[in-house]
Antibody, heavy 120, light 110 residues
């Protein structure tokens, strides 16, 4: 069974950093590209970042470019999102999601999400 | 404001059919596959339709997808109260090199 479990969320102050992790099981992470998607309270889905299976291709939403860094460790079956210079508008539930094939394809499995709250 | 446009809400009675539209442009829907996601209250999104009209294993055939030009449509037949959820369309945008979602549509089964 495919499972994705996010962790690392919490309450931080504006300007601080946080690192999210996503543990994958039930499939070989090294064979799949991955996305991070977030959802602010009461709002819709917002794609954050994409990383290919071998980390060769990475994309970011303009709203996080230069502040967030996506990475992965296939040997550890883990995906990461390093978030720096956090702002109040980054407050959201962050989901990791498996990509079916390439960046332009659907996300077929999603984790349960981890909540990040940025507030003073 | 989302790159893809969805109606904020739709409603229909149990057993009826409903459609949800998703409008985009040639840089996204017009030249890429569309997928649809269902988000039940308090849960993570779930893939309903991919590649415009394909359903993942386990998704009832009451759910269907179609695409024409720069618009896509999700159809749900035989509505059930358990279908009450937020529905999102999504696709890749070639001009922006980003994945884009619609603003979401809240389905109410009256």
């Amino acid at each position: 069974e495919v499972q994705l479990v996010e962790s690392g969320g919490g309450l931080v102050q504006p300007g601080e950093s946080l690192r999210l992790s996503c543990a994958a099981s039930g499939f070989s992470l090294s064979s799949y590209s991955m996305n991070w998607v977030r959802q602010a309270p009461g709002k819709g889905l917002e794609w954050v970042s994409y990383i290919s299976s071998n980390s060769a291709t990475i994309y970011y939403a303009d709203s996080v470019k230069g502040r967030f860094t996506i990475s992965r460790d296939n040997a550890k079956n883990s995906l990461y999102l390093q978030m720096n210079s956090l702002r109040a508008e980054d407050t959201a539930v962050y989901y990791c999601a498996r990509v079916k094939t390439t960046a332009d394809s659907a996300s077929d499995y999603w984790g349960q999400g981890t909540l990040v709250t940025v507030s003073s | 404001q989302s790159v893809l446009t969805q109606p904020p809400s739709v409603s229909a009675a149990p057993g009826q059919k409903v459609t949800i539209s998703c409008s985009g442009s040639s840089s996204n829907i017009g030249n890429n596959y569309v997928s649809w996601y269902q988000q039940l209250p308090g849960t993570a999104p779930k893939l309903l339709i991919y590649d415009n009209n394909k359903g993942p294993s386990g998704i009832p055939d009451r759910f269907s997808g179609s695409k024409s030009g720069t618009s896509a449509t999700l159809g749900i037949t035989g509505l059930q109260t358990g279908d009450e959820a937020d529905y999102y369309c999504g696709t890749w945008d070639n001009s922006l090199s980003v994945w884009v979602f619609g603003g979401g549509t809240k389905l109410t089964v009256l």
